[in-house]
């Protein structure tokens, strides 16, 4: 089950490794101490929120700015723990962690695995993904702050390694799914929100609007 797990979480290794080697980077050029690095890697494990909190330190924001907006960019994930609780609810203490450790890359993996797993295998699988995925990324953090920390290194472009895996996630969980809609549903709220939406305000309209939908289309869509 382990090896399985560690096949499939390959395109994350691929795409955490760069990524998180980016936060890093980053990281290291605000002249702080390299284990704070690796604890936020361990303990806040958010590309997105990390990224933020690297921005912020360098405006020198104070804690509550710093908590209120990693709180508004990571509300997402509140979604996605919601709508595993049904899966998760007989694990042992894994479950806690499977929860903490629900990413947008694990999510996918995790959605897209689900159908080929049964309830004695499933605890075990869900684990060993978020357990791998979070490794890669700690293992990413650590490398940008070595490296950004002895080298002149510019990290810019490399951020679309995230669009890239969040590309390939995407068609991997439509392939295993059998519920099209809302992947066509979210294409076509994506392209509406570009046009219409505020570019600082696109992600969270975008997630309201798409509950709202999926709430009143919920009898035609289901399976």
Known sequence: MFFRSFVQTLPVLMGYLPLGATFGILYANLHLPWYYGILSAIVIFAGAGQFLLVSLLAAHAGL??????????????????????????????????????????????????????????????????????????????????????????????????????????????????KLKAPFYIACVLGVFGLIFFPKENFLPLSILCGIVILLVLRRWIRV
């Not at 994930?77 to 203490?93: M, P, R």
């Not at 679309?160 to 991997?172: D, Y």
Request: with cysteine; aromatic share 18%; net charge neutral.
């Open 64 to 177: 509550f700015e710093i908590a209120i907006a990693s709180f508004l960019l990571n509300i997402r994930h509140l979604f996605y723990a919601l709508s595993i609780t049904d899966e998760i609810k007989n694990f042992g203490l894994s479950k806690y962690y499977v929860l903490f450790g629900l990413t947008d890359e694990t999510f996918a993996l995790l959605k897209s695995n689900q159908a080929s797993l049964n309830p004695k295998t499933m605890e075990k699988s869900y684990f060993y993904i978020t357990l791998l995925d979070h490794f890669y990324w700690i293992i990413g953090c650590g490398l940008g702050i070595f490296l950004g920390g002895y080298f002149a290194l510019n990290p810019k472009g490399i951020e679309f390694v995230l669009t890239a895996l969040f590309s390939v996630l995407t068609l991997a969980l439509i392939q295993n799914s």
